[in-house]
T-cell receptor, first 110, second 112 residues
């Protein structure tokens, strides 16, 4: 199946910006998603971007999409300790199901 | 609205036992999904139901069966549990197939 790749860990200091990167292989992906998972909980949809967009901003979150390179990033401005979680990138594949990356564990230190 | 609910939250089985994981959504969504989450593996799709009355295999369907009981409910059955099925199971739903999915809180299953 199509692959979605993410780095596994990221550590930032409180107040800094976090950037989580993702690459995908299916060029026909129409929607790309970012989900957040806190310990012991399910996945929470954070934001998404449609494939004809380059950027989407939603409060502290900025999603950048480079469709040519099949690269997606999530920037969290002014990162807080409450942002510590696992972040999943997901892409709609040609069969219209979602392919998830393995998740990036974000640790925010005071 | 409760969103997506799953029961039970935790379960321990012995090898060979059977059980059914229940999932219900109150958002009038057409599509429902079952995933398993294992350390280092991300989420893998077991089965999905694109619309009421249809079910299809996902990436890892072996050892599982599903039933789309009605528009609200989608159950996952393990007929003869194996230790390899120890995992956290998530149910999700979406308004249409391929659109953003909403997840339940998960069922943590251990097979001894």
């Amino acid at each position: 199946g199509e692959d979605v790749e993410q780095s596994l860990f990221l550590s930032v200091r409180e107040g800094d910006s976090s950037v989580i990167n993702c690459t995908y292989t299916d060029s026909s992906s129409t929607y790309l998603y970012w989900y957040k998972q806190e310990p012991g909980a399910g996945l929470q949809l954070l934001t998404y971007i449609f494939s004809n967009m380059d950027m989407k901003q939603d409060q502290r979150l900025t999603v950048l999409l480079n469709k040519k390179d099949k690269h997606l990033s999530l920037r969290i401005a002014d990162t807080q300790t409450g942002d510590s979680a696992i972040y999943f990138c997901a892409a709609v594949n040609s069969g219209y199901a979602l392919n998830f990356g393995k998740g990036t564990s974000l640790l925010v230190t005071p | 609205n409760a969103g997506v609910t799953q029961t039970p939250k935790f379960q321990v089985l012995k090898t060979g036992q059977s059980m059914t994981l229940q999932c219900a959504q109150d958002m009038n969504h057409n599509s429902m999904y079952w995933y398993r989450q294992d350390p280092g593996m991300g989420l893998r799709l077991i089965y999905y139901s694109a619309s009421e009355g249809t079910t299809d295999k996902g990436e890892v369907p072996n050892g599982y069966n599903v039933s789309r009981l009605n528009k609200r409910e989608f159950s996952l059955r393990l007929e003869s549990a194996a230790p390899s099925q120890t995992s956290v199971y998530f149910c999700a739903s979406s308004e249409a197939f391929g659109t953003d999915q909403f997840f339940g809180p998960g069922t943590r299953l251990t097979v001894l």
